[in-house]
Protein backbone atom coordinates (compact mmCIF):
# COMPACT_ATOMS: atom_id res chain seq x y z
CA UNK A 1 0.00 0.00 0.00
CA UNK A 2 0.94 3.58 -0.90
CA UNK A 3 2.46 5.50 2.59
CA UNK A 4 -0.32 7.26 4.33
CA UNK A 5 -0.16 11.14 4.78
CA UNK A 6 -2.87 13.73 5.05
CA UNK A 7 -4.21 15.21 2.60
CA UNK A 8 -4.63 17.98 4.14
CA UNK A 9 -1.09 19.19 3.67
CA UNK A 10 -1.56 19.37 0.32
CA UNK A 11 -4.66 21.23 0.17
CA UNK A 12 -3.63 24.81 -1.82
CA UNK A 13 -3.76 27.95 0.29
CA UNK A 14 -6.31 29.91 -0.16
CA UNK A 15 -6.14 33.21 -2.26
CA UNK A 16 -3.19 34.19 -4.41
CA UNK A 17 1.08 34.83 -3.52
CA UNK A 18 1.15 31.06 -2.50
CA UNK A 19 4.17 30.51 -4.79
CA UNK A 20 7.55 31.00 -3.55
CA UNK A 21 10.04 33.27 -5.98
CA UNK A 22 8.87 36.00 -8.77
CA UNK A 23 5.19 37.01 -8.49
CA UNK A 24 3.87 35.21 -11.63
CA UNK A 25 1.20 37.05 -13.62
CA UNK A 26 -1.29 34.94 -15.82
CA UNK A 27 -2.32 37.13 -19.14
CA UNK A 28 -5.36 35.31 -20.54
CA UNK A 29 -8.10 36.06 -23.06
CA UNK A 30 -9.42 35.32 -26.54
CA UNK A 31 -7.28 36.00 -29.61
CA UNK A 32 -6.67 39.33 -31.19
CA UNK A 33 -7.33 40.71 -27.54
CA UNK A 34 -4.01 42.38 -26.98
CA UNK A 35 -2.19 40.04 -24.66
CA UNK A 36 0.91 40.06 -25.72
CA UNK A 37 1.04 43.92 -26.73
CA UNK A 38 0.25 44.23 -22.88
CA UNK A 39 2.62 41.57 -21.89
CA UNK A 40 5.27 43.84 -24.02
CA UNK A 41 4.05 47.24 -22.95
CA UNK A 42 4.08 45.86 -19.19
CA UNK A 43 7.91 44.71 -19.88
CA UNK A 44 9.03 48.33 -20.92
CA UNK A 45 7.18 49.95 -18.25
CA UNK A 46 7.96 47.89 -15.38
CA UNK A 47 11.51 46.69 -16.71
CA UNK A 48 13.56 48.97 -15.57
CA UNK A 49 12.09 48.44 -11.57
CA UNK A 50 12.12 44.57 -11.62
CA UNK A 51 13.87 41.58 -12.44
CA UNK A 52 11.06 40.34 -15.09
CA UNK A 53 10.78 37.78 -17.69
CA UNK A 54 7.76 36.33 -19.66
CA UNK A 55 6.65 32.41 -20.90
CA UNK A 56 4.42 32.31 -24.14
CA UNK A 57 2.16 29.88 -25.14
CA UNK A 58 1.46 30.17 -28.40
CA UNK A 59 0.32 28.00 -31.54
CA UNK A 60 3.33 28.19 -33.47
CA UNK A 61 6.03 28.36 -30.42
CA UNK A 62 7.79 31.58 -31.68
CA UNK A 63 5.08 33.89 -32.56
CA UNK A 64 4.91 35.71 -29.58
CA UNK A 65 8.42 35.35 -28.58
CA UNK A 66 9.25 37.28 -31.26
CA UNK A 67 6.96 39.70 -30.79
CA UNK A 68 7.70 40.55 -27.18
CA UNK A 69 11.90 40.50 -28.63
CA UNK A 70 10.80 43.23 -30.82
CA UNK A 71 8.77 45.19 -28.74
CA UNK A 72 9.76 44.55 -24.91
CA UNK A 73 13.39 45.12 -25.13
CA UNK A 74 13.55 41.48 -23.63
CA UNK A 75 16.71 39.75 -24.20
CA UNK A 76 16.29 35.79 -25.22
CA UNK A 77 17.47 34.05 -22.26
CA UNK A 78 14.06 35.85 -20.34
CA UNK A 79 11.65 34.69 -23.15
CA UNK A 80 10.49 30.69 -22.74
CA UNK A 81 8.00 29.63 -25.17
CA UNK A 82 6.21 26.78 -24.50
CA UNK A 83 4.40 23.39 -26.78
CA UNK A 84 0.68 23.66 -25.96
CA UNK A 85 -0.02 20.34 -28.11
CA UNK A 86 -3.13 22.03 -29.72
CA UNK A 87 -4.78 22.65 -26.23
CA UNK A 88 -3.68 26.01 -24.99
CA UNK A 89 -6.07 25.49 -22.51
CA UNK A 90 -4.96 22.81 -21.21
CA UNK A 91 -1.60 24.12 -21.04
CA UNK A 92 -2.39 27.12 -18.40
CA UNK A 93 -5.00 24.66 -16.63
CA UNK A 94 -5.70 21.16 -16.64
CA UNK A 95 -1.64 19.66 -17.27
CA UNK A 96 0.52 23.09 -16.46
CA UNK A 97 3.77 20.77 -16.07
CA UNK A 98 5.40 22.87 -19.30
CA UNK A 99 4.82 25.85 -18.04
CA UNK A 100 6.14 24.82 -14.80
CA UNK A 101 9.01 23.63 -16.16
CA UNK A 102 9.56 27.32 -18.04
CA UNK A 103 9.02 29.46 -15.14
CA UNK A 104 11.48 27.06 -13.09
CA UNK A 105 13.97 27.15 -16.08
CA UNK A 106 13.37 31.12 -16.29
CA UNK A 107 13.79 31.13 -12.10
CA UNK A 108 16.81 29.02 -12.36
CA UNK A 109 18.38 31.11 -14.77
CA UNK A 110 17.98 34.44 -12.98
CA UNK A 111 18.28 34.11 -9.54
CA UNK A 112 16.78 37.69 -8.52
CA UNK A 113 13.74 37.55 -10.73
CA UNK A 114 10.72 39.08 -9.35
CA UNK A 115 8.42 38.89 -11.58
CA UNK A 116 6.74 36.76 -14.34
CA UNK A 117 4.16 36.94 -16.96
CA UNK A 118 2.88 33.76 -18.31
CA UNK A 119 1.10 34.60 -21.65
CA UNK A 120 -1.40 32.28 -22.52
CA UNK A 121 -2.80 31.26 -26.56
CA UNK A 122 -5.83 33.35 -27.37
CA UNK A 123 -8.49 30.98 -26.72
CA UNK A 124 -12.21 31.42 -25.30
CA UNK A 125 -14.04 33.13 -22.21
CA UNK A 126 -14.19 29.86 -20.59
CA UNK A 127 -10.06 29.50 -20.41
CA UNK A 128 -8.31 30.25 -16.59
CA UNK A 129 -4.78 29.33 -15.27
CA UNK A 130 -4.48 27.28 -12.83
CA UNK A 131 -3.59 29.07 -9.86
CA UNK A 132 -1.22 25.98 -9.59
CA UNK A 133 0.49 27.96 -12.39
CA UNK A 134 0.26 31.76 -11.43
CA UNK A 135 -0.50 33.92 -8.53
CA UNK A 136 -2.95 36.31 -10.04
CA UNK A 137 -4.83 36.28 -13.65
CA UNK A 138 -5.04 39.49 -15.65
CA UNK A 139 -7.95 38.56 -18.55
CA UNK A 140 -7.73 40.95 -21.19
CA UNK A 141 -10.76 41.13 -23.66
CA UNK A 142 -11.41 44.03 -26.31
CA UNK A 143 -13.94 46.70 -27.28
CA UNK A 144 -13.78 45.14 -30.80
CA UNK A 145 -15.28 41.94 -29.85
CA UNK A 146 -18.35 43.32 -29.00
CA UNK A 147 -19.96 45.00 -26.02
CA UNK A 148 -21.68 42.29 -24.72
CA UNK A 149 -18.74 40.28 -23.72
CA UNK A 150 -18.51 40.99 -20.03
CA UNK A 151 -22.43 40.16 -19.89
CA UNK A 152 -21.79 36.87 -21.37
CA UNK A 153 -19.24 36.40 -18.29
CA UNK A 154 -17.17 32.97 -18.14
CA UNK A 155 -14.53 31.86 -15.79
CA UNK A 156 -12.21 34.53 -17.56
CA UNK A 157 -14.14 37.63 -16.84
CA UNK A 158 -16.06 36.88 -13.95
CA UNK A 159 -13.49 35.36 -11.61
CA UNK A 160 -9.98 36.48 -12.91
CA UNK A 161 -7.64 38.88 -10.64
CA UNK A 162 -8.30 42.03 -12.82
CA UNK A 163 -10.23 42.02 -15.82
CA UNK A 164 -8.78 44.52 -18.72
CA UNK A 165 -10.97 45.78 -21.49
CA UNK A 166 -8.58 46.45 -24.46
CA UNK A 167 -9.08 48.87 -27.93
CA UNK A 168 -11.01 51.48 -25.93
CA UNK A 169 -10.29 54.17 -28.98
CA UNK A 170 -12.13 51.75 -31.28
CA UNK A 171 -15.44 52.13 -29.47
CA UNK A 172 -16.88 54.63 -31.70
CA UNK A 173 -16.12 52.63 -34.58
CA UNK A 174 -17.44 49.80 -33.61
CA UNK A 175 -20.40 50.64 -32.23
CA UNK A 176 -19.69 49.70 -28.63
CA UNK A 177 -20.94 51.50 -25.64
CA UNK A 178 -18.30 51.75 -22.88
CA UNK A 179 -20.03 52.43 -20.22
CA UNK A 180 -22.38 49.16 -21.07
CA UNK A 181 -18.97 47.15 -20.61
CA UNK A 182 -18.31 49.25 -17.73
CA UNK A 183 -21.47 48.44 -15.98
CA UNK A 184 -21.81 45.01 -16.85
CA UNK A 185 -18.29 43.59 -15.52
CA UNK A 186 -19.03 44.92 -12.13
CA UNK A 187 -22.14 43.20 -12.31
CA UNK A 188 -20.62 39.79 -12.48
CA UNK A 189 -17.35 40.47 -11.14
CA UNK A 190 -18.30 40.65 -7.32
CA UNK A 191 -16.08 44.15 -6.26
CA UNK A 192 -12.75 43.06 -8.60
CA UNK A 193 -11.40 45.61 -10.87
CA UNK A 194 -11.47 45.85 -14.38
CA UNK A 195 -9.62 48.72 -16.36
CA UNK A 196 -10.38 50.30 -19.46
CA UNK A 197 -7.39 51.29 -21.37
CA UNK A 198 -6.35 51.50 -25.43
CA UNK A 199 -2.70 50.67 -25.76
CA UNK A 200 -2.56 52.90 -28.93
CA UNK A 201 -3.60 55.95 -27.05
CA UNK A 202 -1.71 54.81 -23.84
CA UNK A 203 1.20 52.73 -24.62
CA UNK A 204 2.46 51.84 -21.36
CA UNK A 205 0.02 50.43 -20.02
CA UNK A 206 0.05 52.49 -16.72
CA UNK A 207 -2.68 51.48 -15.00
CA UNK A 208 -2.31 47.87 -15.75
CA UNK A 209 1.74 48.50 -14.14
CA UNK A 210 0.01 50.30 -11.46
CA UNK A 211 -2.13 47.39 -10.61
CA UNK A 212 0.74 45.17 -10.86
CA UNK A 213 3.52 46.86 -8.90
CA UNK A 214 0.66 46.46 -5.87
CA UNK A 215 0.40 43.19 -6.27
CA UNK A 216 4.22 42.66 -5.67
CA UNK A 217 3.99 45.13 -2.86
CA UNK A 218 1.29 43.24 -1.29
CA UNK A 219 2.87 40.10 -1.51
CA UNK A 220 6.19 41.19 0.23
CA UNK A 221 5.55 43.87 2.91
CA UNK A 222 7.78 46.70 2.84
CA UNK B 1 -4.73 -4.43 -10.29
CA UNK B 2 -5.39 -1.38 -8.38
CA UNK B 3 -6.93 2.19 -9.07
CA UNK B 4 -4.11 3.12 -9.01
CA UNK B 5 -2.73 2.80 -12.08
CA UNK B 6 -5.44 3.90 -13.76
CA UNK B 7 -4.40 6.85 -12.47
CA UNK B 8 -1.13 6.54 -13.51
CA UNK B 9 -2.50 5.75 -17.18
CA UNK B 10 -4.99 7.84 -17.71
CA UNK B 11 -3.98 11.01 -19.81
CA UNK B 12 -5.32 13.15 -17.22
CA UNK B 13 -2.89 13.22 -14.72
CA UNK B 14 -0.90 16.30 -15.04
CA UNK B 15 2.50 14.68 -16.33
CA UNK B 16 3.06 16.79 -19.11
CA UNK B 17 2.26 13.98 -21.55
CA UNK B 18 -0.26 16.20 -23.61
CA UNK B 19 2.11 18.24 -25.15
CA UNK B 20 3.90 15.38 -26.56
CA UNK B 21 2.66 13.20 -30.26
CA UNK B 22 5.67 10.92 -30.09
CA UNK B 23 6.41 11.46 -33.53
CA UNK B 24 2.84 11.91 -34.70
CA UNK B 25 3.10 15.34 -35.52
CA UNK B 26 6.13 14.97 -37.52
CA UNK B 27 4.78 11.85 -39.52
CA UNK B 28 1.65 13.57 -40.35
CA UNK B 29 4.01 16.18 -42.00
CA UNK B 30 5.88 13.87 -44.39
CA UNK B 31 3.00 12.31 -44.94
CA UNK B 32 3.46 9.29 -43.19
CA UNK B 33 0.40 9.02 -41.42
CA UNK B 34 -2.83 10.09 -43.05
CA UNK B 35 -5.75 8.41 -41.66
CA UNK B 36 -6.96 5.41 -39.66
CA UNK B 37 -5.02 2.81 -41.15
CA UNK B 38 -1.75 4.32 -40.93
CA UNK B 39 -2.86 5.55 -37.45
CA UNK B 40 -2.82 1.86 -36.78
CA UNK B 41 0.52 1.24 -38.04
CA UNK B 42 2.30 3.97 -36.75
CA UNK B 43 0.94 2.45 -33.11
CA UNK B 44 1.86 -0.79 -33.74
CA UNK B 45 5.58 0.14 -34.52
CA UNK B 46 5.75 2.17 -31.76
CA UNK B 47 4.45 -0.41 -29.21
CA UNK B 48 6.48 -2.70 -30.42
CA UNK B 49 9.95 -0.78 -30.73
CA UNK B 50 9.91 2.35 -27.43
CA UNK B 51 6.63 0.94 -26.28
CA UNK B 52 8.44 -2.03 -25.14
CA UNK B 53 11.88 -0.91 -24.31
CA UNK B 54 9.88 1.28 -21.96
CA UNK B 55 7.49 -1.21 -20.83
CA UNK B 56 10.79 -3.49 -19.90
CA UNK B 57 12.67 -0.05 -17.80
CA UNK B 58 9.59 0.79 -16.30
CA UNK B 59 8.89 -2.89 -14.73
CA UNK B 60 12.54 -2.59 -13.91
CA UNK B 61 12.59 0.46 -12.29
CA UNK B 62 9.40 -0.72 -10.16
CA UNK B 63 11.02 -3.99 -8.95
CA UNK B 64 13.17 -2.64 -7.33
CA UNK B 65 16.15 -2.59 -9.83
CA UNK B 66 18.85 0.28 -9.78
CA UNK B 67 17.94 3.44 -11.14
CA UNK B 68 21.19 5.15 -11.86
CA UNK B 69 21.88 2.54 -14.13
CA UNK B 70 18.78 1.79 -15.80
CA UNK B 71 19.02 5.75 -16.38
CA UNK B 72 21.81 5.00 -18.38
CA UNK B 73 20.62 1.88 -20.17
CA UNK B 74 17.71 3.97 -21.49
CA UNK B 75 19.74 5.97 -22.25
CA UNK B 76 21.60 3.47 -24.55
CA UNK B 77 18.19 2.35 -25.86
CA UNK B 78 17.45 5.85 -27.45
CA UNK B 79 19.81 7.07 -30.08
CA UNK B 80 18.21 9.99 -30.66
CA UNK B 81 18.92 13.16 -28.49
CA UNK B 82 15.45 14.36 -29.20
CA UNK B 83 13.92 11.62 -27.91
CA UNK B 84 16.09 11.33 -24.96
CA UNK B 85 15.19 15.15 -24.35
CA UNK B 86 11.92 14.54 -24.21
CA UNK B 87 11.91 11.13 -22.51
CA UNK B 88 13.16 13.70 -19.47
CA UNK B 89 11.11 16.26 -19.97
CA UNK B 90 8.10 13.93 -19.53
CA UNK B 91 10.05 12.03 -16.61
CA UNK B 92 10.55 15.51 -14.82
CA UNK B 93 6.39 16.33 -15.01
CA UNK B 94 6.08 12.87 -13.84
CA UNK B 95 8.43 13.34 -10.90
CA UNK B 96 6.30 16.71 -9.57
CA UNK B 97 3.11 14.99 -9.60
CA UNK B 98 4.12 12.01 -8.77
CA UNK B 99 5.70 12.65 -5.14
CA UNK B 100 2.92 14.69 -4.76
CA UNK B 101 0.06 12.04 -5.47
CA UNK B 102 2.66 8.93 -3.86
CA UNK B 103 4.96 10.59 -1.25
CA UNK B 104 7.83 7.80 -0.83
CA UNK B 105 11.87 7.49 -0.37
CA UNK B 106 12.30 6.25 -4.28
CA UNK B 107 11.23 9.88 -5.33
CA UNK B 108 14.57 10.93 -3.81
CA UNK B 109 16.95 8.27 -5.44
CA UNK B 110 16.06 9.11 -8.80
CA UNK B 111 18.25 11.16 -11.21
CA UNK B 112 17.88 14.61 -11.64
CA UNK B 113 15.98 14.62 -15.03
CA UNK B 114 15.01 10.83 -15.36
CA UNK B 115 13.95 9.04 -18.29
CA UNK B 116 10.04 8.60 -18.28
CA UNK B 117 10.03 4.83 -18.07
CA UNK B 118 12.11 4.90 -14.74
CA UNK B 119 10.28 7.32 -13.48
CA UNK B 120 7.11 5.27 -14.13
CA UNK B 121 8.84 2.52 -12.70
CA UNK B 122 9.29 4.28 -9.27
CA UNK B 123 5.54 5.72 -9.49
CA UNK B 124 3.89 2.65 -9.77
CA UNK B 125 6.12 1.18 -6.94
CA UNK B 126 5.46 4.59 -4.99
CA UNK B 127 1.41 3.68 -6.07
CA UNK B 128 1.49 0.20 -4.50
CA UNK B 129 1.89 -1.64 -7.59
CA UNK B 130 4.00 -4.18 -8.68
CA UNK B 131 6.23 -4.12 -12.38
CA UNK B 132 3.48 -5.83 -14.01
CA UNK B 133 1.18 -3.21 -13.71
CA UNK B 134 4.26 -0.56 -14.50
CA UNK B 135 5.08 -2.75 -17.81
CA UNK B 136 1.39 -2.43 -18.64
CA UNK B 137 0.95 1.73 -18.12
CA UNK B 138 4.42 1.96 -20.09
CA UNK B 139 2.96 0.04 -23.05
CA UNK B 140 -0.62 1.36 -22.77
CA UNK B 141 0.98 5.29 -22.59
CA UNK B 142 3.39 4.35 -25.22
CA UNK B 143 0.46 4.17 -27.67
CA UNK B 144 -2.69 6.53 -26.07
CA UNK B 145 -1.37 9.97 -26.25
CA UNK B 146 0.41 9.58 -29.52
CA UNK B 147 -3.41 8.54 -31.00
CA UNK B 148 -4.54 11.81 -29.20
CA UNK B 149 -2.55 14.07 -31.05
CA UNK B 150 -3.44 12.04 -34.24
CA UNK B 151 -6.86 12.60 -33.09
CA UNK B 152 -6.45 16.39 -33.00
CA UNK B 153 -3.93 17.44 -35.98
CA UNK B 154 -6.05 14.98 -38.27
CA UNK B 155 -9.65 16.21 -36.87
CA UNK B 156 -10.14 12.53 -36.84
CA UNK B 157 -13.55 11.13 -35.88
CA UNK B 158 -12.83 10.21 -31.96
CA UNK B 159 -14.38 7.24 -31.75
CA UNK B 160 -12.28 5.71 -34.59
CA UNK B 161 -9.50 6.76 -32.67
CA UNK B 162 -10.82 5.56 -29.20
CA UNK B 163 -11.87 2.18 -31.54
CA UNK B 164 -8.32 1.75 -32.40
CA UNK B 165 -6.37 2.48 -29.20
CA UNK B 166 -8.92 -0.40 -27.09
CA UNK B 167 -8.08 -2.32 -30.44
CA UNK B 168 -4.56 -2.77 -29.41
CA UNK B 169 -4.96 -3.95 -25.84
CA UNK B 170 -4.14 -7.31 -26.58
CA UNK B 171 -0.71 -6.29 -27.77
CA UNK B 172 -0.62 -3.65 -25.10
CA UNK B 173 -1.04 -6.77 -22.37
CA UNK B 174 1.46 -8.85 -24.45
CA UNK B 175 4.37 -6.03 -24.72
CA UNK B 176 3.38 -5.89 -20.78
CA UNK B 177 3.85 -9.68 -20.04
CA UNK B 178 6.83 -9.92 -22.56
CA UNK B 179 8.43 -7.13 -20.61
CA UNK B 180 8.29 -8.65 -17.09
CA UNK B 181 9.42 -11.91 -18.63
CA UNK B 182 12.29 -11.57 -20.95
CA UNK B 183 14.25 -8.53 -19.29
CA UNK B 184 15.04 -5.48 -20.99
CA UNK B 185 14.54 -5.34 -24.61
CA UNK B 186 16.71 -3.33 -27.13
CA UNK B 187 14.08 -2.70 -30.03
CA UNK B 188 14.71 0.62 -31.73
CA UNK B 189 12.82 1.83 -34.62
CA UNK B 190 15.06 4.33 -36.93
CA UNK B 191 11.70 5.81 -38.32
CA UNK B 192 10.89 7.50 -35.17
CA UNK B 193 14.49 8.51 -34.07
CA UNK B 194 14.39 10.17 -37.35
CA UNK B 195 10.96 11.70 -37.35
CA UNK B 196 11.96 12.68 -33.61
CA UNK B 197 15.31 14.57 -35.14
CA UNK B 198 13.56 16.57 -37.93
CA UNK B 199 10.80 17.31 -36.10
CA UNK B 200 12.90 19.34 -33.29
CA UNK B 201 14.29 21.56 -35.62
CA UNK B 202 10.61 23.23 -37.00
CA UNK B 203 9.57 26.42 -35.68
CA UNK B 204 6.23 25.93 -36.49
CA UNK B 205 5.69 22.64 -34.00
CA UNK B 206 2.69 22.39 -31.87
CA UNK B 207 3.86 19.22 -29.92
CA UNK B 208 7.01 19.43 -27.55
CA UNK B 209 7.68 15.90 -29.55
Given amino acids: MPPDHNLDDYVDAPGAHRHGGPLRVGL ?124 KGGPGVTAADLLVVNKTDLAPMVGADLDVMRRDSAAVRGGKPTLLISLRDEPTAAAVADWVREQIRVRVPA | MTAALLTLADSRLPAGGHAHSGGVEQAIAMGVLTDAGSLTTFLRRRLATSGAVAAGLAAAACGGGDLAALDAEADARTPSPALRAASRQQGRGLVRVGRRAWPSAAWDELPALPHHAIALGVAAAAGGL ?78 AS
Fill in chain 1, 28 to 151: GGPVGSGKTALAAALCRTLGEEFDLAVVTNDIYTTEDADFLRRNAVLPDDRIEAVQTGCCPHTAIRDDITANLDAVELLEARHPGLELVFVESGGDNLTASFSYGLIDVQIFVLDVAGGDKVPR
Fill in chain 2, 130 to 207: GPRDAAQAAAYLSVSGPATAAQRLLAMDPLTVAAITARLAPEVDDVATRAVADGLPAATDPLLDLLAEVHATRKDRIF
